[in-house]
C-alpha cells in the first residue's frame, strides 16, 4: 500500500522559514516524479513544486520561484519542501503527491496534508 506521509507544517510569521517533508512508502520516490501542492481555504488545490525521479529536474509556480526549494532522498524516501521569505499568502494546506504528470489530475498518489500558517 502506497503511503505519503507529510510533516513540519505549523505556524510561522511573514519571512520565516518552514521546512516540509514527505515520507514515502516503498519505491514511490524514485519511481515518479514528486510534487507539493497547496490548498487554501476556498481555493483550488494548486501546483507548489515538483522533482523528477532523477532530480535533475525541478519546476516551481512563478508565486514560490525563488522562495522555495524542493529536494529529494532516494536513499532515505522522502521529499522535501524548502520554504523561505513566507507570505501571508502561502497560508495554505500543503499535500505532497507522485505521479507522472504534473497537475492534480496527473497525480497517482496523495499525502493526508500538512498545515502550513503565516501570520502576517
Known amino acids: 500500500q502506497v503511503q505519503l506521509v507529510e510533516s513540519g507544517g505549523g505556524l510561522v510569521q511573514a519571512g520565516g522559514s518552514l521546512r516540509l517533508s514527505c515520507a514515502a512508502s516503498?519505491?514511490?520516490?524514485?519511481?515518479?516524479?514528486m510534487a507539493w501542492f497547496r490548498q487554501g481555504s476556498g481555493k483550488e488545490r494548486e501546483f507548489v513544486a515538483a522533482?523528477?525521479?532523477?532530480?535533475?529536474?525541478?519546476y516551481y509556480s512563478d508565486s514560490v520561484k525563488g522562495r522555495f526549494a524542493i529536494s529529494r532522498d532516494n536513499a532515505k524516501t522522502t521529499v522535501y519542501l524548502q520554504m523561505d521569505s513566507l507570505k501571508p499568502e502561502d497560508t495554505a494546506v500543503y499535500y505532497c503527491?507522485?505521479?507522472?504528470?504534473?497537475?492534480?489530475?496527473?497525480?497517482?498518489?496523495w499525502g493526508q496534508g500538512t498545515q502550513v500558517t503565516v501570520s502576517s
Open positions: 503527491a507522485a505521479g507522472s504528470t504534473i497537475t492534480v489530475r496527473g497525480m497517482n498518489y
Open positions: 522533482i523528477t525521479r532523477s532530480g535533475g529536474g525541478t
Open positions: 516503498g519505491r514511490i520516490v524514485s519511481t515518479y516524479t
